[in-house]
């Protein structure tokens, strides 16, 4: 019974992931065009880029890689009569097993399709993150930040997408 229990509790952990809980979009354009797109979105619209203050008042940019998994990309979208900052990761993990840089102006991938997580949003300049379900109202104010990241991200850089509740 104990091997068992073992067993199904080692599957479960495995089966998680690190972002499980967090919505996630199929992206109709591989990794590196997502990337390369996401980021001219910020160039043409420079209100979106975010700066961060860190630990000792260090500013800094969340858009990075969070190895060897993910590339972070940090926005920050008019929404109602404020703004969020939103923070999606973009699946690059088969790009880095084959230590492609999706930065790279040369890099390229033979996928057709990319997976985009929403992880995280937040109100308060990034110093308070708001994750899947972790407060009151959250399903209904987190529905009003996806149709805002949509809105304002997907429809501009002109990519088809799916939305997925769960990973």
Not at 102 to 121: C, G
Request: with cysteine; glycine share 6%; aromatic share 12%.
């Amino acid at each position: 019974m104990n091997k068992i229990l073992f067993f199904v509790i080692t599957l479960l952990f495995i089966g998680c992931g690190s972002y499980s809980n967090c919505p996630s979009y199929i992206i109709g354009t591989d990794e590196v065009s997502l990337v390369r797109k996401l980021k001219w979105l910020k160039k043409r619209h420079p209100e979106y880029n975010v700066v961060l203050t860190g630990e000792g008042g260090i500013k800094f940019s969340p858009d990075e890689y969070v190895e060897p998994y993910y590339y972070c990309v940090g926005l920050k979208l008019p929404m109602e009569d404020t703004t969020v900052i939103v923070k999606v990761l973009v699946d690059v993990y088969d790009l880095n097993a084959k230590n492609i840089d999706v930065t790279s102006t040369n890099a390229k991938s033979a996928n057709t399709e990319s997976e985009l997580i929403f992880q995280a949003y937040s109100f308060t300049n990034g110093n308070s993150w708001r994750l899947n379900g972790q407060h009151v109202g959250a399903k209904e104010e987190q529905e009003k930040v996806l149709k805002t990241f949509e809105k304002e991200v997907l429809d501009k850089i002109r990519v088809r997408y799916r939305r997925q509740r769960f990973r």
